[in-house]
């Protein structure tokens, strides 16, 4: 696939975002850093349906990491419950609060917090400060592997720095929730490729 090709994923995939984002209250622009961080925090490993019952209700409960000091742990997993992995993330949300008075704003320091990693680090930054940062999930990297074929790679490293070049740097942020959303509606595990906008192209479709 030549450097054309790619930027015509990156830039129908931008066009398909305008009329295909998911709207989930997280997403709100105006969500603060520790709102977005909440949010990322929970998806892990968890639908986004699911977090989207629990989420309102944390927030008002906990609106700051302040709130979650004062917290005891059992608060934090009766609110946390209906998402599984409650004492886990009670325990870190908790560890977290009692170390920091506000969350820190770089992915190296994101990443230093307890149970906090590159996913929902760079997730943060983009979706609440619109940084440059590609995000890689599974379903994500599904994406990558399908559209790309061959020359997605195989090593953690080389993924990451693949992801870094196909960012849209103008757009980011949306660039960002696209994938995630293209990858959960159409480039699902099992693909409507008849429906999909980059069937011409993709390597995937082409090899069947
Ligand atoms: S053509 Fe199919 S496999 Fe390729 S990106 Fe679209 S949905 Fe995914």
Redesign the pocket.
């Known amino acids: 696939m030549d450097g054309s090709t790619a930027r015509r994923f990156r830039s129908e995939l931008l066009e398909w975002a305008e009329e295909n984002l998911r709207e989930f209250s997280w997403r709100d622009p105006d969500r603060s850093l520790y709102e977005v961080f909440v949010a990322e925090f929970f998806l892990t490993q968890t639908p986004a349906e699911n977090v989207a019952t629990v989420y309102p209700r944390f927030l008002d409960r906990f609106s700051s990491l302040g709130a979650i000091e004062e917290a005891e742990e059992s608060e934090l997993a009766e609110v946390i419950e209906p998402l599984g992995f409650y004492n886990m993330r009670s325990d870190a949300l908790k560890q977290i609060a009692d170390e920091h008075d506000t969350l820190p704003e770089t992915v190296d320091e994101l990443t230093d917090l307890v149970r906090v990693g590159p996913y929902v680090a760079n997730a943060t930054l983009c979706f609440a400060h619109g940084e440059p940062l590609p995000i890689l999930d599974r379903n994500v990297e599904r994406?990558y592997d399908?559209?790309f074929g061959d020359e997605w790679p195989d090593s953690p490293t080389e993924r990451r720095q693949f992801a870094d070049r196909h960012l849209s740097t103008d757009r980011p942020r949306t660039y960002n929730l696209a994938l995630l959303d293209f990858g959960a509606a159409?480039?699902q595990p099992e693909?409507?490729?008849s429906?999909?906008?980059?069937?011409g192209y993709?390597e995937?479709?082409q090899e069947r």
Do not use: D, K, S
């Open positions: 994406v399908r559209v159409i480039c693909p409507l490729c429906e999909c906008f980059a069937n993709c995937y479709y």
